[in-house]
């Protein structure tokens, strides 16, 4: 092999030539190596390519560091030493550009390029559009351009202030408050961040925003026929989400692999609170299926004009409960119908019915019983109703008692 290589004018550089591949000039690619002695062995090592900007010039001077190195004890004394060092310096470089970055990184910035991106793809239509307002009327103005480690409690309270004083209502400052929690989250998660949220060290004000309002019999025939003749496919959504207690975020995305005529079930898939469940159909659901044509299992129930998957109510369902003065004089939200309305009157009507809570429970979909107590209120005329009948149970038991105890004087 050492008669491929070739000396140079300089002492300790030897080149060999490529074969094939040719460089400057035409000529032929040179790849350089360094000879010295080092302990008392000779050894050589490969420098580099003259594509690369490596000549016989440059590796001398590379060679004579190396020399200098061994008389002086001070330095790389090889070139793969050298090598080393050159790309621990490197790799402490990234590191450090790394950290730099890192904690001069922006809240908006890192909103906009890590975490709404994500928001996008996880989230509902509505809950992104309403995280990016948030977002950009309110959090961005106040740390928008601070980095994470430089935000404190005290600019949590004023984003709190501006929401107040505009006029918002607590629950705004709560879903603020929320957006800046899962952003500083999803930063400690991705190791953006190392530490703890300002939000844990803010009070954020506390709101009972449950729906209290639920539909009588009467009110929701009346809203149903005047649904079905405004819109045929808004009726449709509804009778769902009365009669089976379906979220309009589950009824969208609702495909016919989900559904199943023969059993009378839907199956709920990716609901809000992350577990599949199985809804029931009435009858009145069951005929709006069977009166459509049926899709591929992928394709959707329900479709936008366009054909794809409707974001939100129409706005028609509004103009109809306003048309029917539904929440004439009623300003209290709690209080106001809105279409999650049926839902939450699917729910009063099983309560009201004898259905036990946790019945309610499976069939909403709830993740805990708590989300499902403030119906318990409902079941007040059941409860009484079960004491009446262990009343009633008692007396037959203590008559029955009574007849045996003569029965057996008697005898």
């Known amino acids: 092999m050492a008669s491929n290589k070739f000396s140079t004018q300089f002492?300790?550089?030897?080149?060999?030539?490529?074969?094939?591949?040719?460089?400057?000039?035409?000529?032929?690619?040179r790849y350089f190596f360094i000879r010295y002695r080092i302990n008392g062995k000779l050894k050589e090592e490969g420098i580099g390519w003259?594509?690369?900007?490596?000549?016989?010039?440059?590796?001398?001077?590379?060679?004579?560091?190396?020399?200098k190195a061994h008389l002086t004890g001070k330095g790389p004394q090889t070139l793969a030493e050298q090598r080393a060092l050159e790309n621990e310096k490197r790799e402490q470089e990234r590191l450090e550009k790394e950290r730099i970055d890192r904690e001069t990184l922006s809240f908006s910035d890192y909103f906009r390029?890590?975490?709404?991106?994500?928001?996008?793809?996880?989230?509902?239509?509505?809950?992104?559009?309403?995280?990016?307002?948030?977002?950009?009327?309110?959090?961005?103005?106040?740390?928008?351009?601070?980095?994470?480690?430089?935000?404190?409690?005290?600019?949590?309270?004023?984003?709190?202030?501006?929401?107040?004083?505009?006029?918002?209502?607590?629950?705004?400052?709560?879903?603020?408050?929320?957006?800046?929690?899962?952003?500083?989250?999803?930063?400690?998660?991705?190791?953006?961040?190392?530490?703890?949220?300002?939000?844990?060290k803010v009070s954020r004000p506390k709101v009972d925003n449950k729906r209290e309002r639920f539909l009588k019999q009467k009110e929701a025939q009346l809203l149903l026929e005047e649904l079905k003749v405004r819109s045929k496919q808004l009726y449709e959504i509804a009778c769902m989400s009365l009669?089976?207690?379906?979220?309009?975020?589950?009824?969208?995305?609702?495909?016919?692999?989900?559904?199943?005529?023969?059993?009378?079930?839907?199956?709920?898939?990716?609901?809000?609170?992350?577990?599949?469940?199985?809804?029931?159909?009435t009858e009145t659901v069951r005929d709006i299926f069977l009166s459509k044509k049926k899709a591929a299992p992928t394709r959707l129930v329900f479709k936008n004009r366009k054909g794809g998957m409707i974001k939100e109510v129409s706005n028609s369902f509004g103009k109809v409960v306003r048309d029917l003065g539904f929440n004439n004089g009623i300003f209290d939200r709690r209080q106001r119908v809105y279409f999650h309305t049926l839902r939450h009157t699917f729910a009063s009507w099983l309560v009201q019915s004898g259905e036990s809570l946790y019945t309610v429970k499976e069939l909403l979909g709830h993740s805990t019983m708590a989300m499902t107590e403030r119906y318990s209120h409902l079941a007040s005329k059941n409860l009484k109703n079960a004491v009446r009948k262990l009343e009633d149970s008692l007396k037959t038991t203590t008559v029955e008692k009574m007849a045996q105890e003569e029965s057996f004087d008697r005898n």
């Not at 550089?13 to 074969?19: C, D, E, F, S």
């Not at 003259?50 to 020399?67: F, M, Q, R, T």
């Not at 307002?133 to 980095?147: A, K, N």
């Open 243 to 281: 009669h089976c207690g379906l979220r309009a975020g589950e009824i969208f995305k609702l495909t016919w692999s989900c559904v199943d005529c023969d059993e009378g079930t839907i199956r709920v898939m990716d609901s809000k609170g992350g577990l599949n469940r199985t809804a029931h159909m």
């Open 113 to 200: 390029d890590r975490y709404f991106p994500e928001a996008k793809i996880n989230k509902s239509w509505r809950s992104y559009q309403r995280e990016d307002s948030l977002h950009r009327l309110w959090i961005e103005p106040v740390i928008g351009r601070m980095p994470f480690k430089d935000i404190r409690p005290f600019h949590l309270e004023r984003i709190k202030k501006n929401l107040g004083d505009a006029g918002r209502s607590a629950r705004s400052i709560q879903y603020a408050f929320a957006v800046v929690r899962q952003v500083f989250n999803h930063a400690i998660k991705n190791e953006i961040f190392f530490g703890e949220s300002p939000t844990k």
């Open 11 to 29: 002492p300790g550089v030897r080149y060999r030539v490529h074969k094939s591949r040719k460089y400057s000039s035409g000529n032929f690619d």
């Open 50 to 67: 003259s594509s690369e900007g490596w000549n016989a010039k440059k590796a001398s001077i590379v060679l004579s560091d190396l020399k």
